[in-house]
C-alpha cells in the first residue's frame, strides 16, 4: 500500500530494476513473501485523472518477465512466494502461478463451487490454506455473525440488507454443518445446528476440517487461537471502526491455557503427526 503503480512500458525500459528492488528489499533468506493481489502482474485497472476528465481501463503487465524474476529471488534466497489470488482470477493466472511453484491462497469462507462449500480435500497441494485472513471476521465472529452487526452499527449497511446477510449467514453455516456430517465429524448423540452456541466444539470441527486439506502450508489466525469475535480490520473504514487497535483479551503469558488454543492445537495435531 502506498506504492504507486508501475507503468509496464518504464519497467522494461528501466530493465525491471524497480520491480527488482521492490522485490529484494521485501524478500529475506529463508521465508515467505505474500504477493498482495498477484494479478497485478498480469493486469491492473488503472484510473486515471486529468483535469476535471478521468479515463479508466485495464493494463497489461509482462507477466512472464516479472514472474521469472520473482522466481529468480525466490530462488537466490531458497524463499517461498505466496500469490493472493481470490476473487475472480483469469485461469492463466492460476496456470502460471502452478508452473512456477508460487502457492496460492485459499480462504476457507470463499472456497465454493456452483453455491457449495468445496471439500478441503479438493483444494491443490501448491496453496496456503486459512479459515480467514485479517480483513475477513474471525471464525468466532463468522458463526456469530459480528461482522455484519458491525457494519450495521457504523452505517455501513442498512436493516434490510443486515436481514440478508444474516439469511445468508444462516444458509453458510447449515452447509458447513451438512458437509461435517457427511464427514462423519459428529459423536453419536452430538447436536450440533446451524443455531448452536459458539465455543470449542465449533472451533475443533472447522479446523479438523481445514486440516484435511493437502496445501503445504496451513496457517491459525491468533484470533481464533483465542476465541476472539472482533476482526483485526474492517475494510473501507478508517475511523469507523478501530482497525489494528483491538487487545486480544488474553495475555500472551497465557495464551497456551487458553480453551481455544488447547482445542485448536490438538485438532490440528493429527495433520503434524502425518507430516
Not at 502452478?98 to 471439500?119: A, C, G, H, M, T
Not at 442498512?158 to 444458509?171: D, G, H, V
Not at 456430517?181 to 479438523?208: L, M, N, V
Request: glycine fraction near 6%.
Amino acid at each position: 500500500w502506498g506504492i504507486t503503480v508501475m507503468n509496464p512500458l518504464m519497467l522494461k525500459k528501466y530493465e525491471f530494476k524497480p520491480f527488482i528492488q521492490l522485490i529484494q528489499r521485501n524478500l529475506f533468506q529463508d521465508t515467505l513473501l505474500r504477493i498482495d493481489h498477484v494479478m497485478w502482474m498480469f493486469r491492473l485497472f488503472w484510473i486515471v485523472k486529468e483535469g476535471k476528465e478521468i479515463t479508466s481501463t485495464y493494463i497489461r503487465y509482462p507477466e512472464q518477465e516479472l514472474f521469472g524474476i520473482l522466481c529468480l529471488e525466490s530462488h537466490r534466497t531458497k524463499s517461498i512466494i505466496i500469490g493472493e489470488d481470490l476473487g475472480t482470477v483469469p485461469e492463466e493466472v492460476r496456470k502460471i502461478m502452478n508452473q512456477k511453484n508460487i502457492l496460492s491462497w485459499k480462504v476457507l469462507y470463499f472456497e465454493k463451487e456452483n453455491e457449495q462449500y468445496r471439500d478441503p480435500r479438493t483444494y491443490p497441494l501448491n496453496s496456503v490454506v486459512t479459515i480467514n485472513t485479517h480483513d475477513l471476521p474471525t471464525l468466532a465472529g463468522y458463526w456469530m455473525g459480528k461482522d455484519i452487526e458491525e457494519k450495521l452499527k457504523i452505517g455501513f449497511i442498512n436493516e434490510e440488507e443486515a436481514k440478508r446477510l444474516y439469511k445468508i449467514r444462516n444458509e453458510e453455516r447449515k452447509q458447513f454443518i451438512d458437509l461435517l456430517q457427511k464427514k462423519g465429524y459428529f459423536k453419536e448423540g452430538e447436536a450440533i445446528t446451524e443455531d448452536s452456541i459458539y465455543g470449542t466444539e465449533i472451533a475443533r470441527y472447522f479446523y479438523q476440517l481445514i486440516g484435511e486439506a493437502p496445501s503445504k502450508i496451513l496457517l491459525v489466525s491468533l484470533n481464533d487461537l483465542l476465541g476472539e469475535s472482533d476482526q483485526p480490520n474492517m475494510p473501507g473504514t478508517t475511523n469507523e471502526y478501530p482497525n489494528w487497535r483491538i487487545r486480544y483479551s488474553v495475555p500472551i503469558e497465557e495464551i497456551d491455557e487458553n480453551p481455544f488454543f488447547i482445542t485448536i492445537t490438538k485438532a490440528l495435531s493429527n495433520r503434524l503427526e502425518s507430516k
